[in-house]
């Protein structure tokens, strides 16, 4: 069985930094993508970035180009998001997830087959 399990989110002032991972087990698969997605309260969950085996990434939303920086450790299968300059906007419960081989569209959230429980972020101003 896949487990997912996420870690390092808190609360934080504008301005600061939070560096989230995210552990995968029970997962055998060698080729695979893992990505970072986030759900404000009222909102959609919406991709932040993506990564996979094969060493390709992708942000996907423009506001986070700069701030955050994804990496993957794939003897670990451990995923980290990397996220300076905090901003409230940024506030949501941040969730990772895995799926086998290497999808048309990383940062889709369908493509994804495995889910966390999430980890939460809030950011004060």
């Known amino acids: 069985q896949v487990h997912l399990v996420e870690s390092g989110g808190g609360s934080v002032q504008a301005g600061g930094s939070l560096r989230l991972s995210c552990v995968v087990s029970g997962f055998t698969n060698n080729i695979y993508c893992m990505g970072w997605f986030r759900q404000a309260p009222g909102n959609e969950r919406e991709a932040v970035a993506a990564s996979c085996s094969d060493g390709s990434t992708s942000y996907a939303d423009s506001s986070v180009k700069g701030r955050f920086t994804i990496s993957q450790d794939n003897a670990k299968k451990t995923l980290h998001l990397q996220m300076n300059s905090l901003k409230p906007e940024d506030t949501a419960m941040y969730y990772c997830?895995?799926?086998?081989?290497?999808?048309?569209?990383?940062?889709?959230?369908?493509?994804?087959?495995?889910w966390g429980q999430g980890t939460q972020v809030t950011v004060s101003s």
């Open positions: 997830a895995v799926t086998p081989g290497r999808p048309l569209w990383i940062t889709k959230r369908d493509s994804y087959s495995y």
